[in-house]
């Protein structure tokens, strides 16, 4: 039968496994604080959860593009950009940028709350199933920020003073701040308090 | 080679605690097992692999890391990409991306940009470079190398140079109609870069280095071997 460390009243290190007694502050092989379980950590992924939240919206309400030609000048926002590639006849494009920009950001924000309200509600999903969309959340966080790097590159490389510019819209911030939250929600996440009864 | 579970039935309190190690992930209680290289020894409970330990992980590692932060030099000094459409050229570095939002009030997501996808991959680089070196030379660590490795360990989530390969990809697939991109020499060395990371990390085991650095404090065994 397995035993689980604070079961054992030890206290394992969460950055490189390394066991101790309860009273150790710092772990004696990597020197990362200790503790058995963070108890606020539940807490502070629910408070980056809702800070990203909130600076998602403008993020979505806002131009992530201004392109200006000679003869007209459009903002786009973020579905805006995937509906024009798909208008534009390029739909496997479209369906990525719309995965990238949308159903990723958008199931992150689902799949955390999940997480979050499956360790206070036991029975919604097995330990093994938040152990595993866990790992999904953690993986696939940081690359949402592709969308505000293809911004960047765009509008350095579309810089035709007269004739044809792309410049970053005021929702490029929101959405990378937006990024950086839900990042910070997932790692306050202490994954250990999964297996707890 | 097959994984191996790492035994977790055992009477705790006999074990001195040095052998032991609790999954990061669900805090499951191990005996560490003695695990070859090649072999690894994996979470009883939840799957994660506790140790994975290579042969010459160190050597390799180092000339990776080396490699990449060659790389990513030229990355940032070389032409990135050029654009041509109708007779108008335009050249751009990767330091022009980050600095794509420096008018007004997003100044503050440039510097986030450059740290992203090239400050912080360096410095990580170097972190790597600074904790394996006397390792590789077979020599103590140099001081603070804890804190050097732990901080590279931080960091690795923020670390984007790959994403940033993507992006590009994506930013060539959506002006592709409109103009002409030629990458330059800087292009490919970011390219290369990306690979050379996913080998890099392929080869590092963090027990493995852990134990080395415990195992090379200069004049401190003391604190890894004194537990009760
Ligand atoms: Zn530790
Ligand atoms: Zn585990």
């Known amino acids: ?197 | 080679m097959p994984p191996r579970a790492a035994e977790s039935s055992f009477t705790a309190h006999a074990v001195p605690l040095a052998e032991l190690r609790a999954c990061p992930h669900c805090d499951a209680l191990h005996r560490l097992p003695q695990v070859q290289p090649r072999e690894r020894a994996v979470c009883d409970r939840c799957g994660s692999v506790l140790i994975a330990p290579r042969a010459d992980a160190f050597t390799r590692i180092f000339a990776l890391a080396a490699t990449s932060l060659i790389l990513m030099g030229a990355a940032v000094f070389m032409p990135f990409l050029d654009l041509s459409a109708s007779g108008l050229h335009n050249r751009a570095s990767v330091l022009d991306a980050a600095l794509a939002f420096s008018q007004g009030a997003m100044v503050p997501l440039s510097v986030a940009v450059a740290a992203l996808i090239v400050v912080i991959p360096a410095l990580r680089l170097m972190l790597i470079l600074y904790t394996l070196a006397p390792l590789v030379a077979g020599r103590p660590v140099l001081s603070r190398a804890r804190q050097a490795f732990r901080l590279a360990d931080r960091l690795k989530p923020w670390s984007m140079a790959e994403i940033f390969v993507i992006g590009v990809a994506v930013a060539l697939v959506k002006v592709a109609g409109l103009a002409m991109v030629t990458p330059g020499p800087a292009f490919w060395a970011f390219c290369a870069l990306v690979l050379v990371t996913v080998l890099q990390d392929s080869f590092m085991d963090k027990e493995q280095i852990w134990q080395a650095i415990a195992g090379a404090e200069p004049a401190n065994d003391a604190a890894e071997g004194a537990q009760p």
Not at chain 1, 5 to 23: M, T
Not at chain 1, 49 to 76: C, D, F, H, K
Not at chain 1, 178 to 187: G, K, L
Request: hydrophobic share 55%; with cysteine; net charge positive.
């Open chain 1, 1 to 197: 039968m397995t035993i689980s460390a604070r079961q054992a009243g030890l206290v394992g290190c969460l950055r490189c496994g390394r066991v101790h007694l309860p009273d150790v502050a710092l772990c004696t092989r990597c020197g990362a604080a200790l503790s058995s379980r963070d108890p606020n950590g539940l807490q502070r992924v629910w408070a980056w959860w809702l800070a990203g939240l909130l600076v998602y919206i403008p993020a979505n309400l806002y131009p992530m593009l201004l392109t200006r030609t000679l003869t007209q000048r459009t903002e786009s926002t973020i579905i805006g950009g995937a509906v024009e590639l798909f208008q534009h006849g390029d739909a496997g494009i479209a369906l990525i940028v719309f995965v990238a920009s949308v159903v990723i950001p958008v199931g992150k924000f689902i799949a955390i709350a999940f997480l979050a309200m499956s360790l206070e509600k036991r029975h919604l999903m097995t330990e093994h199933a938040q152990h595993r969309l866990f790992a999904v959340v953690e993986f696939i966080g940081r690359w949402s920020m592709i969308d505000v790097f293809v911004v960047a590159i765009l509008a350095s490389l579309v810089r035709f003073d007269a004739v044809a510019t792309i410049n970053p819209g005021i929702a490029a911030v929101s959405f990378a701040l937006s990024v950086a939250f839900t990042m910070q929600a997932a790692q306050s996440f202490d994954p250990r308090t999964i297996w707890d009864d």
